[in-house]
C-alpha cells in the first residue's frame, strides 16, 4: 500500500458526460501528479501541482482540468467524455516536485470506461 | 528531439538468470534516474533512485547502473523468479519539476 488513495476505483460513463476523479496524497506530500494509461500504453503525464500551485504540465486535452486543494488532495476533471477517454487515470504523489524528493508513490488507480 | 527508449519487445528469460533492462536517452541531461516495477492494471512501484554522480546502486537482488557518457542506464535482476514478471519503467528526473517515464520493458520469467 502506496498510501495514495484514488476514489473511485472504477467508472462507467457515456460519452459526453463529466466526470470527477479524486486523490489523497500520502501523508506530507506536498506534490501531486496525474497519469493517463490506455490499454497496453506507457503513462502520459497530464499534470502536476506542488503545494496548491500547478507546476507542470503534460499532454492535458483542454477538456481536462485539476486542482489541488489546501488539504493537499487533488482532483481531476474530465469532461466532453469521449469513448477514446477510456484508460486508467493513476494520481501520483512525492514529497516535493524537484531535487531529491521527486520519487512518485502512485495510487491504485481509476478505471474509467466510456460507453 | 528528446527521447527515452526502452526496449519495446518483452524480456523472456529462465528463472534463475540475470535479467539485464535497457534504458537509453537522448538530448536530456537527467540529475537522477529511478527504476519503477508496474503489474497489469496496478500503480507503478518505486525501486530505486540512483543519481547522476553515482555508477551503481544496489538494492538486494537488484542492481542499477547510470553511464551518463553513454546516456544510458542497465537494470539487472539477479536469481530471477517468476514474480519478477511485470512491466517495468525508467524515469528520468531533469530539473525543475519535470520526470519523464519511459514505455517500459515488459519481463517475463520462466519456471
Known amino acids: 500500500d502506496s498510501g495514495v488513495t484514488q476514489t473511485p476505483k472504477h467508472l462507467i460513463t457515456a460519452t459526453g458526460q463529466r466526470v470527477t476523479l479524486r486523490c489523497s496524497p500520502r501523508s506530507g506530500d506536498l506534490s501531486v501528479y496525474w497519469y493517463q494509461q490506455s490499454l497496453d500504453q506507457g503513462l502520459q503525464f497530464l499534470i502536476q501541482?506542488?503545494?496548491?500551485?500547478?507546476?507542470a504540465k503534460g499532454n492535458i486535452l483542454e477538456r481536462f482540468s485539476a486542482q489541488q486543494f489546501p488539504d493537499l488532495h487533488s482532483e481531476l476533471n474530465l469532461s466532453s467524455l469521449e469513448l477514446g477517454d477510456s484508460a486508467l487515470y493513476f494520481c501520483?504523489?512525492?514529497?516535493?516536485?524537484?531535487?531529491?524528493?521527486?520519487?512518485?508513490?502512485f495510487g491504485p488507480g481509476t478505471r474509467l470506461l466510456v460507453l | 528531439s528528446q527521447k527515452i527508449e526502452q526496449n519495446s519487445e518483452a524480456l523472456n528469460i529462465q528463472e534463475g538468470k540475470t535479467a539485464t533492462l535497457t534504458c537509453n536517452y537522448t538530448n536530456y541531461s537527467p540529475a537522477y534516474l529511478q527504476w519503477y516495477r508496474q503489474d497489469p492494471g496496478r500503480g507503478p512501484v518505486f525501486l530505486l533512485l540512483?543519481?547522476?554522480?553515482?555508477k551503481e546502486k544496489r538494492k538486494e537482488r537488484l542492481k542499477v547502473t547510470f553511464d551518463t557518457t553513454l546516456k544510458q542506464s542497465l537494470f539487472h535482476i539477479t536469481a530471477s523468479q517468476p514474480a519478477d514478471s511485470a512491466t517495468y519503467l525508467c524515469a528520468l528526473y531533469t530539473g525543475g519539476f519535470k520526470t519523464i517515464f519511459g514505455a517500459g520493458t515488459r519481463l517475463f520469467v520462466k519456471a
Open positions: 501520483a504523489s512525492s514529497v516535493e516536485g524537484s531535487g531529491s524528493g521527486v520519487t512518485q508513490y
Open positions: 540512483i543519481r547522476e554522480n553515482e
Open positions: 501541482y506542488y503545494n496548491g500551485e500547478e507546476r
